[in-house]
């Protein structure tokens, strides 16, 4: 079964993992079977919506538009539609056998488990993009996840490393949220109230630093290294948010509200000191007193699968299962985050299953592969998915195997396809930015869980 660590997947049995899938649930539910899910058209494959309208199509990122400067999927060739599951295995073992170490690939924990079988290594998405460090004598990097993850990888990699992502319409809702062009338009906003945004104060603190989350373009992460800003995780926000408020007076978090709110509320900041920031609003929709008075400025973003849980989903599982643990992502919302036990990234719910005595129960709060997968490679503990409704990430379920397929034997047939390069100057930038969240480390005197690549705390947990 697969491992869902970061480490090197150990063993590969397509029958175990099947058990598990979330696309087999949702085909047969799509053909009459209990269950429900979101949208019946993610029974469908991915390339029937690839060069379509400009929504990302069925699921929970539905409502949500690609931009227009997003790369779009092509063709793809019909040999990869027209065979079957196991056909599609087979092509992927053979290709990644004649590959061999000139190929690592990597799988995202949101990926389906048809597609994280073939990985070299599962992980989230710093994990995966460190991972391919490991490999440095790999030509290519096939990295199934979403497009940020892919452009995090090349900026990380080396030059002669080429980052594939199978399908090029696999992009991230919040990651569209903020643009290069709303982001600098609100930073020329702030310096009308702040005065120079470069003059720090009497403490040697600027007024304001740009903080991005993981899940944002390259082109923001260059943004924030060249304003003194610096990349967080979900695993190490607060240490990059005590980082920020050394350097600076406020904060300005973007793209996703929800992770910047759960974490600076359990580092002590108020709610009314954090004004969202509405990209189409002049002033982000605040008066100059919020803004005087705000500690963290939210960016108005969010994550369309972390945003379906519910405090009533937690009063359910709490009803039903006596003795449930609720664990959901930062990424929830606020009222969703104060109802659980406890709050941290896909890394943080993994250890906690894992280091769990047995016969414990878990309502997880994360996309649904993740849950799944867990439930299945721990049998002996109860773990289920908080909503009911079973509804991945949309983007993330581009990735088909026949996409990956395509792309390794592209590979074999010596041709680069779907390669994700970020200009050099961008890169640049973007790398320093990372560099300050690897060398942030957690205040001294920190308590639960604050080294550099762990949990968001719960407050009280
Ligand atoms: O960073 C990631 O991979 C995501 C999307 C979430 C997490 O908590 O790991």
Redesign the pocket.
Known sequence: MTNTTNTAVTSNDPAQITEASVDRAIQLIAKGAEGSTCATDLARNPWEFDGGPAGYGPGSSMGDMIPTHSPRQGVLPTQYKTVTAAQLHERIRAAKATLGDRVVILG???QRDEVVQHADFVG???QLATAAKNRPNAEAIVFCGVHF?AETADILSTPEQAVILPNLAAGCSMADMADESSVNECWEQLAQIYGPLEMPDDSGRVPVIPVTY??SSAALKSFVGEHGGIVC???NARTVLEWAFERGQRVLFFPDQHLGRNTAKAMGVPPEQMPMWNPRATLGGNTTDDLLNARVILWHGFCSVHKRFTVDQIAQARAQHAGVQVIV?P?CPMPVVDAADAAG???FIVKTIQAAPAGSTFAIG?EINLVQRLAAEHPEHTIFCLDPVICPCSTMYRIHPGYLAWVLEELVAGRVVNQISVAPDVAAHARIALERMLTAKPPTGATVGEAAHTPTPKIGA
Do not use: G, K, L, R
């Open positions: 995202h924990f949101y989230d998405s710093f993850m993981m899940n995780t979900s695993s992502h990424e990234s896909t890394d994360t």
